[in-house]
């Protein structure tokens, strides 16, 4: 079982309002990804962190933002939810060094009406 | 242009049969192929992982083969249970970053019917 958890699982929220997606794991992990899922699509990744104050945007667009204070904790923070914003957010971590391997939160299914 | 295809986009079986999901990738350099579980509403889990000199390697009923040459990789399930009903995604990972980017399939949905 790996130890990574994202909340809140399920959001559903009217336009325009900020919102934080939580996600800590405490495997001591220094790297931690952010991930955008829709249906039958393949993941994309919107941000990552090496490590404390280490953020970097990945490859697709998002108006989204992340911090990384402490290395268990990775909030993703949306200023002003649009529609657009509507899918499921995937946070993961990987050791280093070694194999690589990700370990994924059960994610947070976001519906902005 | 590095892609990840995975074939079929769905597939269902009877619980107790056997089957066989592919995955081709043109992802240059390549560094390791892996393969993942989601089911339903959740986060991918971890099936396998597997580097350029690895051909093949199981995980209980679970069995991925890699042909590096072809760029070609399977994932057989043995024995099949409803629990095997999920999404399994093929992920290929570059040697081209410090991160080792990594490139995902889109998944086959497997249902496993009683």
């Known amino acids: 079982e790996a130890d990574i958890y994202q909340t809140p699982r399920y959001l559903v929220i009217g336009t325009g309002k900020k919102i934080t997606l939580e996600c800590s794991q405490t495997m001591g992990h220094d790297k931690m990804y952010w991930y955008q899922q829709d249906p039958g699509m393949e993941l994309h990744l919107i941000h990552y962190?090496?490590?404390?104050?280490?953020?970097e945007k990945g490859d697709l667009s998002s108006e989204s933002t992340v911090s990384r204070i402490r290395t268990e904790h990775f909030p993703l923070t949306l200023e002003s939810a649009r529609p657009s914003h509507t899918s499921q957010y995937l946070c993961?971590?990987?050791?280093?060094?070694?194999?690589?391997?990700?370990?994924f939160g059960e994610g947070s299914r976001l519906t902005v009406l | 242009k590095n892609q990840v295809e995975q074939s079929p986009q769905s597939l269902i079986i009877l619980e107790g049969k056997n089957c066989t999901l592919q995955?081709?990738?043109?992802?240059?350099?390549?560094?390791?192929l892996r393969w993942y579980k989601q089911d339903t509403g959740r986060g991918p889990v971890s099936l396998t992982i597997?580097?350029?000199?690895?051909n093949t390697k199981s995980n209980g009923r679970y069995t991925a083969t890699l042909d590096a040459d072809t760029k070609q990789s399977s994932l057989h399930i043995t024995a099949s249970q409803l629990s095997d009903s999920a999404s399994y995604i093929c992920v290929v990972s570059d040697r081209g970053s410090t991160l080792g980017r990594l490139y995902f399939g889109r998944g086959t949905q497997l249902t496993v019917w009683p």
């Open positions: 962190s090496y490590g404390v104050n280490s953020t």
């Open positions: 597997m580097t350029f000199s690895e």
């Open positions: 993961a971590s990987s050791e280093t060094p070694g194999t690589g391997e990700l370990f």
């Open positions: 995955c081709n990738y043109t992802v240059s350099p390549f560094s390791n």
